[in-house]
């Protein structure tokens, strides 16, 4: 009796460790009702901890839209050059932004300026 309790309360500690991280990485993903999107390497994205080519983020930003109410998305522009934003990648994101009738914007620093094709 006393193995089952301790196997039980050590599983329901890790249960809520998983739930805590899984809210925490939840939580840096998403400011402001709008999705904070990452360039990496090469036309691909990390947000929330995952890497997604273009047709991923899509479906991606698309569930956040549904489930969180998301208004728009956020490109984070970083000031070294591996996460640069590219034009492709700035495309891929204003794409994603007109077909899913999101804001999109782009951050520079703390700055967020309207990002649109050019």
Wanted: proline share 2%; glycine share 10%.
């Amino acid at each position: 009796m006393q193995g089952t309790f301790q196997t039980l309360r050590s599983l329901m500690a890790v249960t809520l460790a998983g739930l805590f991280m899984a809210v925490a990485v939840h939580a840096s993903e998403i400011k402001d009702s709008r999705a904070i999107v990452k360039p990496v390497n090469g036309d691909q994205f990390e947000i929330g901890g995952y890497t997604f080519g273009k047709a991923e983020l899509f479906g991606y930003i698309s569930d956040l839209k549904e489930t969180e109410k998301i208004t728009g998305i956020v490109l984070k522009n970083g000031k070294r050059d591996d996460n640069t934003a590219s034009d492709e990648q700035r495309h891929s994101i204003v794409s994603i932004g007109k077909t899913l009738q999101l804001e999109t914007f782009i951050q520079d620093g703390k700055e967020l300026t309207p990002l649109v094709d050019e």
